[in-house]
């Protein structure tokens, strides 16, 4: 696994895919992902995403299965990982693959018959976005293990297809034709899956902020921080106001960061003494952050702090402060 910082690095030294924070390369049996130590919104979902990939070529080195399933079990465990999708309802592949199937821009027949093509760095399939083919692949997978009887059938068609030594040139018709064998008419399995589709819960924002909520209370400084991360998106900072206090003073760095970073344009005076507190300790853009918050007109307990920075490193953003 080759871990990168910035995605131009990972154009150049690792031929990265343009506009992908991860990508596998089966030549070369190796992984890159661009990485900030797991902060950003997507990191760890694309992580098992990848390792998906890495795993079947490990396990069945001599068999490169359909892109349809390939990209649609990773996508199907990407979710199982996903804070934001309980029971790898994956929310936003969820909406993308609902709207295709509905305006009848998602024949089975296209997605099963699909293949990735990867040129000059970029992406592209025949007949389909990448984001909606990714979508779809998720949703019909997640329909095939949604269903008991179809669930056997799917096993079954694993099973199979990676006994098949099947080759690249004839993969997606196997495939397709031991996925009818096991699971049924491409008619009836799309019938099934639109209906699948439809019927899954979108999840509403304030569904989804409980089920942040929950995970703020975790062990975990990376999952206190992601759950508060998604709930300053989600929710109204007014709503989140006791449990930004509370984290000012989490154990985590990164945590206290993320909260003085939300609470930055809504202050309260309960906050001043954890916010001065943490100027020591906050990084360049935490402590501007605290800075900013600190200089409200409510914060005047903070003016000799702020004193102090203005004739320090924060020079800049302590006199914009002190200003206000």
């Keep these: 696994v080759w871990l990168f910082r910035a995605k131009e690095e ?3 030294r690792a031929d990265g895919v343009r506009g992908a924070l991860g990508h596998f390369d089966a030549a070369l049996d190796r992984s890159a992902l661009i990485w900030d130590g797991g902060t950003g919104e ?17 396990r069945f080195p001599g068999v490169l299965a359909p892109t349809w399933y390939s990209e649609g079990i990773a996508c199907y465990f990407e979710g199982l990982q996903d804070l934001t999708a309980p029971h790898a309802v994956a929310r936003l592949r969820l909406e993308t693959a609902r709207a295709a199937l509905l305006r009848g821009n998602a024949k089975l027949e296209a997605v099963l018959s699909a293949r990735a093509d990867l040129r000059d760095g970029k992406l592209q399939m025949a007949g389909f976005t990448p984001t909606r083919f990714y979508a779809l692949a998720w949703s019909f997978v997640h329909f095939l293990n949604s269903d008991a009887r179809l669930k056997k059938g799917f096993l079954r068609f694993e099973q199979r297809f990676f006994e098949s030594g099947v080759t690249l040139g004839n993969r997606e018709a196997v495939a397709k034709s031991i996925l009818i064998e096991e699971c049924g008419e491409l008619s009836h399995l799309q019938q099934g899956w639109r209906a699948h589709v439809e019927a899954l819960p979108a999840l509403h924002r304030y569904e989804l902020a409980a089920v942040q909520a929950s995970h703020l209370a975790s062990a975990s400084a990376f999952q206190r921080y ?25 154990p985590d760095l990164l945590v206290r ?68």
Excluded at 42 to 56: K, L, N, Q, R
Excluded at 226 to 250: F, I
Excluded at 288 to 303: D, H, S, W
Aim: with cysteine; net charge neutral; aromatic share 2%.
């Design 42 to 58: 997507t990191g760890w979902p694309i992580a098992v995403h990848e390792a998906c990939h890495h795993y079947f070529r490990r």
């Design 226 to 250: 992601r759950a508060l991360r998604e709930l300053g998106r989600q929710v109204d900072r007014a709503e989140l106001e006791e449990e930004m206090l509370r984290r000012l003073d989490d």
């Design 257 to 324: 960061q993320e909260a003085t970073r939300l609470i930055a344009r809504r202050m309260r005076d309960a906050a001043i003494p954890a916010l001065i507190r943490n100027l020591d300790l906050l990084d360049t853009d935490g402590k501007r952050a605290a800075i900013r918050a600190l200089g409200r007109p409510e914060a005047t307990a903070a003016v000799p702090r702020l004193i102090r920075e203005a004739e320090s490193g924060e020079r800049d953003a302590a006199l914009r402060a002190l200003i206000e």
């Design 10 to 12: 990972s154009l150049t």
